[in-house]
């Protein structure tokens, strides 16, 4: 992640399409287990902030990919509904879909915003809402809500601290 970081701060035409697939990444059932972009976004946000740039376009490139990365995996729900347990890696956990699972039933729509913000559960929570079939006019704006929220209190909070900070 510190490679990276400093890649994008030496090459800022990259950052806004790498912030966009890393937050992608990060919000797809399966890729979310491999990319820790929770850690990326709070030190890139603090280097890009601290640099001087500017935060607005990369929180929003984080909300969008984070947005399209829990969409694909609703949909791989809808499309794979039960199946899913056949696959890896949930085939090997298949706890981790029933605790995904439960979560959902308890809270319902607010599962997605909660969802986003806590790792295990942004694993597997919008795959759950497409198995059991969530309405899409409500998964879609909860998902673009918390994607929002997600993004920009990331991303953009830890830009703003280091921007504060840096110039004390």
């Known amino acids: ?11 800022q035409e990259w950052a806004i399409p790498i912030v966009f697939i890393v937050a ?26 601290a640099s001087g740039l500017a935060l607005a376009p990369l929180a929003l490139a984080a909300s969008l990919g984070a947005g399209t990365g829990f969409l694909v995996s609703y ?6 509904g039960p199946r899913v ?25 607010a599962s997605i ?13 919008a795959i759950v809402a497409g198995i059991v079939r969530m ?9 673009w809500l918390a994607s929002f929220a997600w993004g920009f209190a990331l991303l953009y909070g830890a830009g703003r601290l280091a921007e504060f900070f840096a110039t004390r």
Request: aromatic share 18%; hydrophobic share 55%; charged share 15%.
């Open 85 to 109: 347990h056949d696959y890896w890696p949930f085939r090997n956990n298949p706890q981790m879909l029933q605790r995904g699972h439960d979560f959902f039933e308890k809270w319902g729509v």
């Open 24 to 49: 992608f990444c990060e919000c797809v059932a399966i890729l979310s287990w491999l990319v820790p972009a929770t850690v990326f976004f709070t030190a890139f946000g603090a280097v890009a902030g």
């Open 113 to 125: 915003l909660i969802g986003h913000f806590f790792g295990p559960l942004r694993a597997v929570i």
């Open 1 to 11: 992640m510190r490679d990276l970081v400093e890649f994008m701060r030496i090459h």
């Open 75 to 80: 949909w791989a729900g809808l499309l794979l």
């Open 135 to 143: 309405p899409a006019l409500q998964f879609h704006i909860a998902n």
